[in-house]
Antibody, heavy 119, light 108 residues
Framework: QVHLVQSGAEVKKPGASVKVSCKVSGYSLSGSSIHWLRQAPGRGLEWMGGFEPEADETIFAQSFQGRLTVTEDTSTDTAYMELSSLRSDDTAVYYC????????????WGQGTLVTVSS | EIVMTQSPDTLSVSPGDRATLSCRASQSLSGNLAWYQQKPGQAPRLLIYGASTRATGIPARFSGSGSGTEFTLTISSLQSEDFAVYYCQQYYLWPPWTFGPGTKVEVK
């Protein structure tokens, strides 16, 4: 059974960075990857970025270019998302989710990590 | 970027009744459409992929249909645990993967 466990809630000041981890079990990252999405309070789902194994590159939503770093450590089956230059409108629940290369949905999700940006 | 829209915003339904949710894409998806269920304080859960295939463990009362740009999620007989927000998502043209704004199914 696939299980994704994310790190705990964070409170950050504007301009700071946040790093969220996602530990994967029961799932092989070979031929697949972890993507990151977020949900602002009372809002819908927004895809942020993730690794594309066939292209061997990380892809990002345009709005996060230059601020988002996504990495995967296959030795520990852990993925990381780091968002820099935080603003108040980055306050959201951040999710990791599994994605198999190709025309596939986001199959399994982490429990979410609340990141609050406040001065 | 493919824009996804959903209707209605909120659907008020009595337990045991049928619920029909709609999703529209700004261009054809060739069937690459998923539905997710999200309950308060929980992560989204994949219900339907390929427009009509139920994900593992999803009850048969959930069904998806549609093609091209128009899709439907039907819940045949609403149970108490089905009251939630439902999102559609396209995975035909990416990046970016895009979601609809959601339909909230609430108790009538």
């Amino acid at each position: 059974q696939v299980h994704l466990v994310q790190s705990g809630a964070e409170v950050k000041k504007p301009g700071a960075s946040v790093k969220v981890s996602c530990k994967v079990s029961g799932y092989s990252l070979s031929g697949s990857s972890i993507h990151w999405l977020r949900q602002a309070p009372g809002r819908g789902l927004e895809w942020m970025g993730g690794f594309e194994p066939e292209a061997d590159e990380t892809i990002f939503a345009q709005s996060f270019q230059g601020r988002l770093t996504v990495t995967e450590d296959t030795s520990t089956d852990t993925a990381y998302m780091e968002l820099s230059s935080l603003r108040s409108d980055d306050t959201a629940v951040y999710y990791c989710a599994t994605w198999m290369v190709g025309y596939n949905p986001f199959e399994s999700w982490g429990q979410g990590t609340l990141v609050t940006v406040s001065s | 970027e493919i824009v996804m829209t959903q209707s209605p915003d909120t659907l008020s339904v009595s337990p045991g009744d049928r619920a029909t949710l709609s999703c529209r894409a700004s261009q054809s998806l060739s069937g690459n459409l998923a539905w997710y269920q999200q309950k308060p304080g929980q992560a989204p859960r994949l219900l339907i992929y390929g427009a009509s295939t139920r994900a593992t463990g999803i009850p048969a009362r959930f069904s998806g249909s549609g093609s091209g740009t128009e899709f439907t999620l039907t819940i045949s007989s609403l149970q108490s645990e089905d009251f939630a927000v439902y999102y559609c998502q396209q995975y035909y043209l990416w990046p970016p993967w895009t979601f609809g704004p959601g339909t909230k199914v609430e108790v009538k």
